[in-house]
């Protein structure tokens, strides 16, 4: 059986043209829209990169977006101050800090200075442990877009054995927890394993629903594999470069073999990659949502 190739592309397409509508129709109504700002500290090429991108998609969705860039040399004292300043800024509504942050910046103190309600990453605590006890107002990004390509793809996760390879704070600790939950998309068992698993074969074999985020190329071939599971593959692994000078990329699944095994199957680049920016703009409507009071 050759499995169901499910573009991420494709179904973040579609999730930004619902969040443009809701803002066009909240902007006729209140007069307001969501407001992100980026906060990029130095130079890092691929963080450039990044904000780039999550601010061209702010723009395009209707969004009042602000881009602070700051010098490497930033004292830890004068970012708090600027976080502390949009905490207080109410026409914005998410924060997000790009990171890596430089060495002399502690990231934990940083990160933690965000007001929850305007935390969009959900790297907060107090967000980590509203997904816990399933009160989440947003999920983090990852996670998040990985549910939706399962709920959008037709994939039951009711009664479903979700197995999760690797326990992240980013993607596998907050995506095992997001399957837990009594809720739509989710009522799933749920087995986490990770380098400490004896025999993590034995346990992916037993997945209707197999989550990879390892950061090993190919790690999952075929015969880890139930016949017809639905395997999101989160991985994203450089393995040379193409004959254009691009970086090549390898999923965690060994994606030729195991798609004839699966049923439904993502894509290493163009799967779950293209969900975690829309979700960064479905948490920042939300939280402008929840700032107007609208549930
Ligand atoms: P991470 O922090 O390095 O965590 C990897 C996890 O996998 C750890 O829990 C580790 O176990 C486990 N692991 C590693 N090798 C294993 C093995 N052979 N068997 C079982 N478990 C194993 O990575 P991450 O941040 O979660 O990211 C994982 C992958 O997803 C990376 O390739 C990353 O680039 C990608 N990613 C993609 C997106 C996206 O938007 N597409 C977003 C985030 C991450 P231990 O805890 O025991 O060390």
Redesign the pocket.
């Known amino acids: 059986m050759a499995a169901k190739i499910i573009s991420g592309v494709e179904v973040a397409k579609q999730i930004r043209e619902e969040i443009k509508a809701e803002v066009e129709q909240l902007k006729a109504k209140y007069n307001k829209v969501p407001g992100l700002v980026t906060i990029l500290v130095g130079e890092n090429p691929a963080s450039i990169s990044y904000v780039t991108g999550k601010q061209k998609t702010a723009k395009e969705l209707g969004f009042y977006s602000v881009q602070d860039d700051q010098p490497a040399d930033i004292t830890e004292d004068r970012l708090l101050a600027l976080i502390d300043k949009y905490n207080k800024d109410d026409s914005i509504n998410g924060i997000l800090v790009q990171l890596p942050l430089p060495k002399h910046i502690n990231e934990t103190k940083v990160l933690y200075a965000i007001n929850p309600d305007k935390d969009v990453d959900a790297f907060h605590p107090v967000n980590v442990g509203r997904l816990v006890i399933g009160e989440g107002i947003f999920l983090p990004?990852?996670p998040a877009?990985i549910q939706e390509l399962l709920i959008r793809g037709g994939v039951e996760t009711s009664g479903a054995h979700v197995v999760v390879?690797?326990?992240?704070?980013?993607?596998?600790k907050p995506i095992a927890n997001i399957m837990l939950q009594k809720a739509k998309g989710a009522n799933s068992t749920v087995t986490v394993?990770?380098?400490?698993?004896k025999d993590?074969g034995h346990y992916t074999r037993m997945a209707d629903i197999l989550i990879v985020?390892?950061?090993?190329a190919n790690?999952i071939t075929a015969d880890m594999v139930k016949e017809g599971a639905a395997v999101i593959d989160?991985?994203?692994?450089r393995i040379g470069m193409t004959p254009e000078g691009k970086a090549k990329l390898a999923g965690?699944v060994d994606f030729e073999n195991v798609k004839e095994k699966a049923s439904l199957i993502t894509p290493?680049p163009g799967?779950?990659?293209p969900?975690?920016i829309t979700m960064l703009m479905k948490n920042t409507l939300a939280a402008f949502k929840q700032s107007l009071g609208i549930k």
Request: net charge positive.
């Open positions: 990004c990852t877009g390879v690797g326990r992240s704070n980013i993607v596998g394993v990770h380098t400490g698993t993590v985020a390892a950061g090993r790690y989160v991985g994203v692994n965690d290493v799967g779950v990659g969900m975690t």
